[in-house]
């Protein structure tokens, strides 16, 4: 999209930050149906909606195959991981997949493992660092970072440092914020 609007300018460089919408998780995290009863009680799911645009766009979201509602701290190391060994887009794009589709638990160091090897990073080492506390406090520090400055959702976009954006929107909508955030 913003290469076809903007023809002469080099694609946005994007960068993924820590950010934990359920930092209160225990590392295990917690079954999947009490945390949507204790979000929106038993009146039922509130993934409906974001299901039926899935659709509309191609994306088979499998929100009923999601059973762990994960405390996301080594999902945020293996991004960051994947950012030291030039594959952070490929990571997050395999943890999304993963997650959202195929409803991956992401508290299973094992199924981090295997969501890294599909995005292109080598198992073993792969395995020895997610056996660590390794970046563990670097990613707690980012999302304290991310709080301290307003994020209190996701998706958040900040775009040159100068704007921001929070929610699902458009493409147009962020379109027009990178182009506003250059000229600033």
Known sequence: ???EQ????EP???RWLPFQLNPDLP?????RQDYIERKWGKAGNKYERVSAVGREVGIPFAFDDIKVQPNTVDAHRLMLYGLK?????EVAESLFRGYFMEGANLTDKSALAAIGERAGLERAPLDAYLA???????????DIEARQNGVNGVPFFIFNRKAAVSGAHEPETLLKAMLD???A
């Open 1 to 3: 999209m913003y290469a």
């Open 6 to 9: 903007a023809p002469d300018e």
């Open 12 to 14: 946005p460089a994007v």
């Open 27 to 31: 590392p295990q995290g917690i079954s």
């Open 85 to 89: 060994h030039g594959r952070e887009d």
């Open 132 to 142: 660590t506390d390794e970046d563990r406090d670097v990613i707690l520090q980012g």
């Open 181 to 183: 955030a250059a000229k």
